[in-house]
């Protein structure tokens, strides 16, 4: 049954059949042969995927980050990060960095932290003479701290499908998130020293109080849903539908930026988006049924402990090895629902923290969005460099590594991922 699974989802993709079909299918592969086909029940698991209120949270979000685009608040951003690092050699490539990690805290989304911050920086970045294609490898890289810093999407999703606090998720994604952007930055200091690269202008603490006080409301958003969250106020998707009120107050009318005539765009966009997750969300639960009813993940369970035996470290660096090679050839969302319910009974029966291995699971599946073939933020930032695949994988493979260590680093350091949700208990 394991080899069935695995034969006919990864058979399906390799069609270019679209993810959700591809779960769905998987699922009737498995009731066939199960002898127990009922179109009634796929149909029950596929609206029990969708029907869960924390999951209205991402709807509000990614509208959220649309109207902060559409806003002004993304500039902003990027304003006080330029005034606080733009004067650094080179430094146009840390406000880079900074300002994805300051939108990171409002998003929630890859897609829309890359988008948003590719777009502003990247044809000023190369108007300055910056490397285009390392450029490029920048701004995709640091869209990836999206999911990580909260809130997080797919924080919410793992937290509804194995039953976790999706509060201590945010939590202990702030300390890997911070790491690596510092870690990213110091990529971009050594790239820098080759050469190329000028000091312009001067740091002028009045420039940062100027750009400080006019992002002011938009620095404030991320206090607004984590302290609120945190404190027990509102739950994270409440939360989520603050931000969309807050956003649209601060773009419409204090930064008067905001014109109502694209409000429609920004709905059919979110609506697009939310759609697609919403339906991988349902066949994914479809899936996990039937996966659920074959037993396998007690085979899979099996067969890591073949590998393992009972030392957890040993077993972290198996399932890290397993999530980096499906992220290659899987999105995060679908790796997530399929591979986040097997893992975590065993993960738990070796006495492993839910929120530490939640937080490396996502940050490894983040590794996936910026490597090919599947990776989806590599292709946005192809979209907005106009590079080829090839060209931005190569320049991009450093900071793919800089990520790669800071995985083992949260992963043999679990403290690192505890150690604010352990504070707050």
């Not at 591979?339 to 738990?348: D, K, Q, R, W």
Request: charged content about 10%; proline content about 6%.
């Amino acid at each position: 049954m394991l080899a069935l699974f695995l034969c006919a989802l990864f058979g399906f993709i390799l069609l270019s059949v679209p993810i959700a079909f591809a779960l769905i299918l998987t699922a009737l592969a498995l009731m066939i042969v199960s002898g127990n086909v009922s179109p009634a029940l796929l149909a029950q698991n596929i609206v029990r995927g969708i029907d869960n209120f924390p999951l209205m949270a991402i709807p509000f979000f990614l509208l959220a980050g649309e109207i902060m685009n559409s806003g002004g608040i993304s500039k902003r951003i990027v304003e006080f990060a330029g005034a606080l690092l733009g004067h650094i050699r080179g430094g146009l490539g840390y406000v880079t960095v900074m300002a994805s990690m300051l939108f990171a805290g409002v998003s929630g989304s890859a897609v829309a932290d890359t988008s948003a911050m590719g777009s502003l920086l990247y044809p000023v970045m190369k108007d300055e003479g910056y490397d285009e294609e390392k450029a490029a490898a920048l701004f995709s890289a640091a869209g990836t701290i999206g999911p990580i810093i909260p809130p997080s999407i797919p924080m919410i999703i793992f937290g509804v499908i194995a039953n976790v606090s999706i509060v201590k998720l945010f939590l202990g994604g702030i300390i890997p998130g911070l790491l690596i952007g510092v870690g990213l930055m110091i990529g971009w200091n050594i790239h820098t020293r080759k050469g190329g690269y000028s000091y312009k202008g001067t740091f002028k603490l009045l420039n940062v109080l100027k750009a400080g006080k006019d992002a002011f409301w938009a620095l404030l958003l991320p206090l607004i849903i984590l302290g609120g969250i945190v404190s027990g106020v509102y739950t994270p998707t409440e939360a989520a539908v603050i931000a969309v009120v807050y956003a649209f107050f601060v773009s419409f009318v204090i930064y008067r930026q905001l014109d109502l005539r694209v409000l429609p765009q920004l709905f059919i966009s979110t609506a697009r988006m939310t759609s697609v997750v919403m339906l991988v969300c349902g066949a994914a639960m479809a899936a996990a049924y039937l996966i659920t009813v074959a037993q396998i993940p007690q085979m899979l369970s099996r067969s890591l402990l073949g590998l393992a035996g009972d030392n957890p470290y040993l077993l972290m660096f198996f399932i890290n090895i397993l999530l980096l090679l499906v992220g290659c050839v899987m999105d995060l969302t679908p790796a997530l629902l399929i591979l986040g319910p097997m893992l975590m009974p065993i993960v738990v029966d070796f006495g492993l923290d839910p929120v530490y291995f939640g937080v490396v699971m996502i940050v490894n599946l983040c590794i996936g969005l910026i490597t090919p073939p599947v990776g989806n933020i590599l292709y946005v930032g192809c979209g907005i460099s106009k590079l080829s695949v090839a060209r931005l994988s190569k320049a991009i493979t450093p900071n793919i590594i800089i990520m790669i260590a800071t995985l083992i680093l949260i992963t043999y350091i679990p403290g690192i991922v505890t150690f604010i949700p352990n504070m707050m208990d």
